[in-house]
């Protein structure tokens, strides 16, 4: 059985990956120590962006062991499909004043979830999840 280090406190989200990663034969368990160590500027201009540098940073914490991490939250198509409602990631040039009016074709909102998985090693081997 692979086991898979998750970066979050949250245990909703490590209830519902350890459902979903049973089949696969993964263990998921909470990155030792999640808590105590430094948190991630989440400055990424997208959800996946931040989420990619989460699971990089994180994962230096862990080395050998895969570790995921995810962000989330609304895009807008007003918005340039850029994360909405989310200072800490929008950026600080965005061109679109508050003014804009929102039409049919830019009212679009969705959820958007990213998770990002990724192992610190000394090598540049990839980690592969399911193999």
């Known amino acids: 059985m692979k086991r898979v280090l998750v970066a979050t406190s949250n245990p909703g ?72 409602c989310a200072p800490r990631v929008m950026p600080p040039t965005s061109t679109m004043p508050l003014s804009t009016p929102i039409t049919q074709t830019t009212r679009r909102t969705m959820l958007a979830c990213y998770v990002s998985c990724t192992t610190c090693r000394r090598s540049s081997a990839s980690a592969d999840l399911f193999a």
């Open 13 to 84: 989200k490590i209830r519902d990956l350890v459902g979903a990663a049973i089949a696969h034969n993964v263990q998921i368990e909470m990155l030792p120590g999640f808590a105590l160590l430094p948190s991630v500027v989440e400055d990424g201009a997208t959800f996946e962006a931040n989420a990619r540098k989460k699971a990089e940073h994180y994962s230096k914490y862990a080395e050998g062991e895969i570790v995921i991490a995810d962000d989330s939250g609304l895009e807008v198509d007003a918005l340039g499909a850029r994360p909405a």
